[in-house]
């Protein structure tokens, strides 16, 4: 009997001296003092001994599971402080390092474009006025000057929301909700927005983009004027040294009509990529208010005047950051979007 019991002390001690940590200490545990444990098993054994054989076997027993108790915790606390050491090391704070920013949101570039147009334009009088982005056929095209099969309808394809109900092709319907609520009043104003062309998507043109258009109406107001403001607002936007240019051009809701051109940014007009080797990149649409369009807007062309234009800020902001494909403006790409300014 004794000899099973020294055996077992044996074989118990040195797995456990061989335990390295907490889990392998708990299997010995388990191992030896638990319920299906050997030293268990044994004392439960007991009872199927020949009577005189008990109180001695008990006793052996008793005192095994109590010395290997005792060394377990022995064992335990050197593990633990081995644990409890190497954590310390491993699992050291660097309290010093900085520390790591949360993520904030910030403003969309074409947001920060728009933005800094306001503020030009508030500078020279323009007050922003907001207009619908779902739009009759009536103001998106028959009020400016393009009654029901009128070719120049072809110059903008379009979003129908129903037979009359289109989604603005560009903001100039604007210009007329402006003039009807202002009339007879003189009017200043810049209409930003989205507009939708049902197109196809390139690196020059997305079927959702912005515009702003702008309208001035008075009684003296002449095309000077709006070379004067098409200048201002190209040398606050893009730097003192801007020169301008107008080129004839046509739109159904002026007369005469023009396109106008700055000399480019990066290459100061010698010709490059961005301005595709002409020196000159387009900045706006624009020309005298249409006699028809001042008169559906309640004024008479014989009393007054006015300048209208219309501008793409994706395109503003693609010459100012050098961005040569409008779709990054829309694809919600973080690596993108981070570049510009946060709030
Ligand atoms: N609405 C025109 C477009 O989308 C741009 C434009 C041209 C607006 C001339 C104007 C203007 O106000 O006078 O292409």
Same mark, same amino acid.
């Given at each position: 009997m004794s000899t099973v019991l020294e055996a077992m002390e044996q074989a118990a001690l040195s797995s456990l001296a061989a335990a390295t940590n907490s889990e392998e200490l708990e299997a010995w545990h388990q191992d030896y003092? !638990?319920?299906? !444990?050997k030293v268990t098993v044994f004392m439960r054994s007991i009872g199927s001994l020949p009577a005189e054989e008990r109180p001695q076997a008990g006793q052996a027993g008793n005192q095994l599971r109590l010395l290997l108790e005792e060394r377990h915790t022995a064992r335990q606390t050197e593990i633990r402080e081995v644990e409890l050491a190497r954590a310390l090391v491993e699992e050291t704070? *660097?309290?010093t390092l900085p520390g790591r920013r949360p993520w904030t949101g910030g403003l969309h570039p074409i947001t920060l474009t728009l933005r800094r147009m306001y503020a030009i334009f508030a500078e020279m009088g323009f007050q922003v006025y907001r207009s619908r982005e779902v739009e009759s056929d009536l103001y998106n095209f028959e009020l400016l000057n393009m009654p029901p099969e009128h070719p120049a309808r072809d110059m903008w394809d379009t979003f129908y929301v129903s037979d009359s109900v289109v989604l603005r092709t560009h903001t100039s319907p604007g210009q007329m909700r402006a003039m009807r609520d202002y009339c007879p009043e003189p009017v200043r104003v810049i209409v930003p927005g989205k507009c939708y062309r049902y197109e196809q998507v390139t690196a020059r043109s997305e079927f959702m983009f912005h515009q702003v258009e702008g309208l001035a109406i008075g009684t003296d107001i002449t095309l000077a004027d709006l070379k004067g403001v098409m200048a201002t607002f190209a040398r606050r936007m893009f730097g003192p040294e801007r020169q301008m240019r107008f080129r004839a051009s046509y739109f159904p809701?002026?007369?005469p009509s023009v396109e106008v051109d700055m000399d480019c940014i990066i290459c100061g007009g010698e010709g490059c990529r961005v301005c595709k080797h002409t020196g000159w990149v387009e900045i706006a649409g624009a020309g005298m208010v249409h006699p028809t369009v001042l008169r559906n807007g309640g004024y008479d062309p014989e009393q007054f005047s006015g300048f209208a234009f219309g501008m793409g800020p994706e395109r503003i902001a693609m010459i100012l950051n050098d961005v *040569? *494909?409008?779709r990054y403006f829309y694809g919600n790409d973080l690596r993108f979007l981070r570049q510009f300014g946060n709030l």
């Open positions: 003092l !638990g319920r299906k !444990g704070i *660097d309290v809701f002026t007369e *040569d *494909d409008i």
